[in-house]
Every structure is written in structure tokens, then in C-alpha cells.
């Protein structure tokens, strides 16, 4: 049977306002607290009716938000999915994976999972025991639903442009091998060189999170002689130009360059970037769309939605015929 705001306040030892003020999160509350009260409302199975007016989701990441990774996916998704759950009077909180336990079903709706697959990995078993609906963004699983770009069309668009502009000789780098959206860009790139013919380049992985070894992966990219590179992943487009320039290879005159499109970014950029845009306001509303569903409709059966992607062209691929 549950229990009433009263009692959960007279068994914490606090005032029915700090209940209020650790579901609603109008106001600070110090963990401990926070934490006391939680675990206090699940055994006494304790429901808040005031968040039936604004509902909650968690939002899971890796790690607290970083300044210094701005252009990342993860750093713009994020911040478009709270932009997007803010616009539609939802609540949200962020917390780190290792936090899981907080999760809370009385307050909690919906989880939205901004992991990567090796931590979704590792907490394989605490993500699929979770009571709430989850979404995964990019990765599919079989305890949640999924919206997902398709990032095989992505590289297939910047193929056909560069193609279509006398490029025969056509390198890529991933951000990720191994992950969903790595292994339907490599898939897509050696399909598409083998539909056509040309020699397939061996792929690299280029990562912002390892600097040094992934500029010295270019380098030995460089030397296969690509006349155009296909670099995947919105936190590697500028690491990979700078790079470049420092190498003393000129785009698009020695190479053409195509890069994940920086929106507010990529077209101020000298020359101005051709890109694969996988446009995540589009992505973020989907997601947030598809949350509320989820939490309106709680028994919606698990699917994935997919989106498309589209390519931007600028002028950092140059025309060899």
C-alpha cells in the first residue's frame, strides 16, 4: 500500500516542502538527502503526485558534461534533448551511469541512455532490470526502444558526390570500429567501392579522444594516396583539419575533405566544409518524441526509428574531371 507525503516527510525527519523539493527539482536539495528520501519512498512505496504534472526523465551519460568536448555527438545531443524535453514542460535530471541506483519508478518515466555501447556493456544487466521505458539513441537492444540515424545513407551520399566529381581513389576514417554507427559506415564505404570498382583504402579509426595516436593513423592513411578522405563523427571534423593544415595538405587543392557537419561551425570554416549532416535537432526531437510516447504509453511495444541523413555540400571537394 503506498504511503502519503506525510509519512514520508515524519519518517525522514524533514518538512513536506523538502519531500516537494526532491521530486519536483525546483530547488537544491544536498545528495545525502536527496538519497535518504529516495530510498525512504521506495520502501514505503511512496507515488509524488506533483510529477504527474511534469513527468521526468533521466538522462544517462558516460560522464558529466564536458566544456571541453562541445562538438561532440554526445555533447550536442545532450544538449538538444534537454533543450527539447524543457520545451515540452518535461522534467529532467542527468546523472552518471554509476548512479543508476538513484533511479527512481515513482519519479523516473522514462530513461533516455546517452551511453556508449562498451558502458552499456558493462551495465548490461542494471539497464535491462531497470521498471522504467528506456530509449537508446544510435544502438539497439533488446530492452529498449531506439531512434537511429542512418549513417550507412551518410556515407553512401558522400560517396556518390565524390564519385560524381572524379574521385576514384576515396579513404574514410570512423571514430568507432566497433560500435553501430562505425560498422554501418564501413559497411556502406566497401559496398559502395565494390559496386563500382574502385580500391578499397584501409580504414582508420580517428578519435578526439586520442589525439596522438589517431594523427599518426592519418598520417599512414596519407601515404595509400587518397584524393578525397571521408573523416565520420562530428568531434573529429576540425582535430582531422587541423591535423591536415599541420601536415601541410591543402583542401581541396591535395585533398578533398568531407567531415560530420558542426552546425554554426562547418560553413565558416576555410574552405567551407562539405558535410554528412545527421541533423540533430531532427535527431533530438525524434528522441524526445519518442519519450513521451513511451511515458504516455508505457506499454508501446520496443521499436526503432529510423532517420535519414543528408549531405551538405560546400566547397572542400574538388572536381577532378
Known amino acids: 500500500m503506498a504511503t502519503d507525503i506525510n509519512t514520508l516527510a515524519e519518517i525522514c525527519g524533514v518538512s513536506k516542502s523538502t519531500i516537494s523539493r526532491v521530486f519536483t527539482g525546483r530547488a537544491k536539495v544536498s545528495e545525502e538527502l536527496r538519497n ?13 503526485q506533483q510529477v504527474m504534472a511534469r513527468d521526468c526523465v533521466a538522462i544517462v551519460v558516460n560522464d558529466l558534461p564536458n566544456p571541453n568536448r562541445r562538438t561532440s555527438f554526445s555533447e550536442r545531443i545532450l544538449n538538444q534533448a534537454v533543450f527539447e524535453i524543457t520545451r515540452r514542460n518535461l522534467l529532467s535530471e542527468i546523472i552518471s551511469v554509476d548512479e543508476l541506483a538513484r533511479l527512481y519508478n515513482g519519479y523516473t518515466k522514462a530513461v533516455l541512455l546517452l551511453l556508449s555501447e562498451q558502458v552499456i556493456e558493462q551495465h548490461f544487466e542494471q539497464l535491462r532490470a531497470l521498471s ?56 556502406a564505404y566497401r559496398a559502395f567501392l565494390a559496386a563500382h570498382g574502385l580500391p578499397e583504402l584501409e580504414p582508420v ?34 582535430p582531422v583539419l587541423h591535423e591536415l593544415r599541420h601536415l601541410g595538405v591543402r583542401i581541396p587543392e591535395d585533398l ?9 561551425i562547418s560553413g565558416w570554416m ?34 526503432v526509428r529510423w532517420l535519414h541523413t543528408h549531405l551538405i555540400v560546400r566547397n572542400s571537394v574538388r572536381n577532378l574531371e
Not at 151 to 176: K, M, S
Open 270 to 303: 576555410t574552405p567551407e566544409l562539405t558535410t554528412i549532416d545527421q541533423e540533430l535537432d531532427q535527431l533530438a526531437a525524434a528522441t524526445v518524441a519518442e519519450l513521451v510516447k513511451l511515458i504516455r504509453h508505457p506499454e508501446t511495444p520496443q521499436e
Open 36 to 48: 535518504r528520501v529516495l530510498q525512504a519512498a521506495r520502501e514505503l512505496n511512496y507515488r509524488p
Open 256 to 264: 578533398s575533405l568531407v567531415t560530420s557537419e558542426l552546425s554554426g
Open 132 to 187: 522504467m521505458p528506456i530509449l537508446t539513441v544510435n544502438k539497439q537492444y533488446d530492452f529498449s526502444s531506439a531512434v537511429c540515424t542512418d549513417h550507412g545513407e551518410g556515407v553512401r551520399l558522400a560517396l556518390e558526390h565524390l564519385h560524381a566529381n572524379g574521385h576514384r581513389r576515396i579513404a574514410v576514417t570512423v571514430d568507432q570500429f566497433f560500435n553501430q554507427a562505425g560498422r554501418e559506415r564501413l559497411d
Open 205 to 238: 579509426m580517428y578519435t578526439d579522444l586520442e589525439p596522438e595516436g589517431s594523427n599518426h593513423r592519418l598520417l599512414q592513411l596519407l601515404k595509400q594516396q587518397p584524393t578525397a578522405l571521408i573523416a565520420c563523427g562530428e568531434g573529429v571534423a576540425l
